[in-house]
C-alpha cells in the first residue's frame, strides 16, 4: 500500500484541479512544487497592496458556461474587460484592431472606408502565395496595420525579422469592422477580485502541498499509486528524443510614487526600436486607487533548458518530436501528464480547467 493515491507535480492550475476533484473522490494527494509558492503562473504577489501578475497578465475569459460556474465557485469575478492600447512612436491606437483603430489611422468614419483601404492595400502588394510572415500579414491586413502594429512587436517577441519568419505563425489576423475594443469575444471575463491565488488556495484546502521541492531531485518518486506530471514532458523523460522549444519572457517590475501611470492595464509598444513589447500596470485589473502603483514590463527572450518555459514554438518539428514523447508518455504506466508543459501546448485558463476536468472523468470514470 502506497503512502497516498495521487503525487501531483506542479500546484498550477492542471495541477490543484486534478487534487481538488480527487479530494472529493476521497483520494488522498501530494502536490509538490519547486516554486516556493502555488498557483503556477496565475500567482499574484502583493506589492503596495496590488495583486501583481507575477509571471505575466493573466486575464479569464471563456464561452463556456460550465467552466465559468466552477471557477466562480472560488473566487468572485469583476467585470474587467481587456481593451488595450498600442503604441506606435507617439501614436496611440486600440486594439483588437478596429474601427477606432482604422479612424484614427487614416481619420475615417465607415466601415465602409476602412475596407476600401485596406482591400487597396492588398490589392496593390500581388502577393499570392506568401513566402514568410511578412508576406502573410501583409496580405491580411494590408501596409499601414502592418507596419505600425504588427512588425516590430513580432518582431520583439521572435527576435528575428518577420521576413525571415515562417507565415505559418500568423494564420489570421482579424479586423472588426465596428467601434469595438473588447479583445475578447468570449461571453464571460473578468479578473477575481483579490487577485488568483485564492482560487488556487480553495481547490488545495484539506490537500497535503510540499513547496520548494522538485520532482526530479526527490529521493523516492514511488511514494503514490500514480503520479500527474505537469512539468516539461521531454524533461520527464530526460531528453533522451530531444529537446522541445519555447519561447520566455523576462519581467522588470518597479514601483512608481504616483497613482496612475498609463491609464490602461495593458499598453502594448509596436516599435522595434523600443526593447520591451508591452507594459502591465496591475493595480487597473481590479480598478485599484492605492496611492502607488506597479507596472512590469516585458521582454520576449530567447529559451533554454535553464530558463522558465513560456510559450510552446508549436511548429512542425517540435509537434513531430511532441508526438513521439506523447507516444511514450501513452505507454508510461500511472502516469499522467498534463498542462501546458505536460502537453506542450499554449492553454488559456479556461482551457486548463477543460483540459484537468477531462483528466478526471478519464482517470474516475464518473
Known amino acids: 500500500m502506497k503512502q497516498y493515491d495521487y503525487l501531483i507535480v506542479g500546484a498550477g492550475l492542471f495541477g490543484a484541479t486534478f487534487a481538488y476533484e480527487a479530494k472529493k473522490r476521497g483520494k488522498k494527494c501530494l502536490v509538490i512544487d519547486k516554486r516556493d509558492h502555488v498557483g503556477g503562473n496565475i500567482y499574484c504577489e502583493k506589492i503596495e497592496g496590488i495583486n501583481v501578475h507575477k509571471y505575466g497578465a493573466h486575464i479569464f475569459h471563456t464561452s463556456n458556461k460550465e467552466i465559468w460556474e466552477y471557477v466562480n465557485q472560488f473566487a468572485e469575478f469583476n467585470n474587467y474587460i481587456n481593451s488595450p492600447v498600442a503604441i506606435y512612436k507617439d501614436e496611440l491606437y486600440n486594439l483588437p484592431f478596429n474601427m477606432n483603430t482604422f479612424s484614427k489611422m487614416w481619420n475615417i468614419k465607415t466601415p465602409a472606408q476602412a475596407k476600401a483601404i485596406i482591400a487597396e492595400q492588398i490589392k496593390a502588394l500581388n ?3 506568401p513566402k514568410n510572415l511578412e508576406e502573410q500579414a501583409l496580405s491580411l491586413v494590408g501596409v499601414d496595420v502592418y507596419e505600425k502594429l504588427i512588425k516590430g512587436y513580432t518582431e520583439k517577441q521572435w527576435q528575428r525579422n518577420c521576413i525571415d519568419l515562417p507565415s505559418f505563425i500568423i494564420k489570421r489576423l482579424p479586423l472588426r469592422f465596428t467601434y469595438d475594443n473588447n479583445y475578447f469575444n468570449d461571453r464571460y471575463q473578468g479578473i477575481p477580485i483579490g487577485g488568483y491565488n485564492q482560487i488556487i488556495e480553495k481547490m488545495l484546502d484539506g490537500v497535503e502541498v510540499q513547496l520548494n521541492k522538485d520532482y526530479f531531485e526527490l529521493d523516492d518518486k514511488d511514494i503514490a499509486e500514480k503520479t500527474v506530471f505537469t512539468g516539461p514532458i521531454d524533461k ?3 531528453y533522451k528524443l530531444g529537446i522541445l522549444e519555447y519561447r520566455s519572457v523576462r519581467f522588470e517590475t518597479e514601483i512608481l510614487d504616483c497613482e496612475n501611470y498609463q491609464g490602461n492595464a495593458v499598453v502594448n509598444y509596436t516599435e522595434r526600436e523600443v526593447p520591451y513589447t508591452r507594459i ?3 493595480k487597473h485589473f481590479e480598478f485599484g486607487t ?3 502603483t506597479v507596472i512590469s514590463k516585458e521582454y520576449s ?7 522558465e518555459p513560456y510559450y510552446p514554438i ?3 518539428k517540435n509537434d513531430s518530436l511532441y508526438a513521439r514523447y506523447k507516444e511514450l508518455a501513452d505507454k508510461t504506466p500511472n502516469v499522467i501528464f498534463g498542462g501546458r508543459l505536460g502537453q506542450y501546448k499554449y492553454y488559456d485558463m479556461d482551457k486548463v480547467i477543460i483540459s484537468a476536468l477531462d483528466a478526471v472523468k478519464a482517470e474516475f470514470k464518473d
Open 301 to 307: 527572450s530567447e529559451w533554454t533548458t535553464k530558463d
Open 280 to 282: 502591465i500596470e496591475h
Open 127 to 129: 502577393i499570392t502565395e
Open 314 to 316: 508549436n511548429n512542425a
Open 290 to 292: 492605492q496611492a502607488k
Open 236 to 238: 520527464y523523460f530526460d
